[in-house]
């Protein structure tokens, strides 16, 4: 049997709220956009057209690869997951020792990473090195540039 993925609860939801959109509004949309340009006679040099042909392929890729995965998706809610020591959906404030500059990321499933976010999936080398440590542990973490020491500030629940 194949293995559950783990998704918080805010994840989760996205996930859901974008194939409700999908459905709802972006293929309706465009399916009436297709209908339009096929309006307009030769379909051969209708750029429209091929245009929404190619949007209407991504959007059902992709309510394909939503509906694919939501079954494997295990809900884990970080608040009943409290603990001393980090596991999936802590937040965690990192402290470089070298430098004393501080990163804070939240380590989630892959579906919902977003570096942008501070959301790094419990699958990258930083959250793999830090799951299973307690606050005040200086950890070693590889990054592109070479390995960092960080030492864990603190670790937070939702």
Known sequence: MESRIPI??????ALKSELQTLLTRERPAIQKAIAEARAHGDLSENAEYHAAKEKQSFIEGRIQAINAR??????????QSRSDTITFGATVTLAFVDTEEALRYQI???DEADIKASRISYLSPIAKALIGKRSGDVVTVRVPKGDVEVEIASIEYE
Do not use: D, N, S, Y
């Open 70 to 79: 939501m079954p494997k998706l295990h809900v884990v809610e970080p608040a």
């Open 8 to 13: 918080t609860r805010r994840g989760f939801e």
């Open 108 to 110: 989630v499933g892959p």
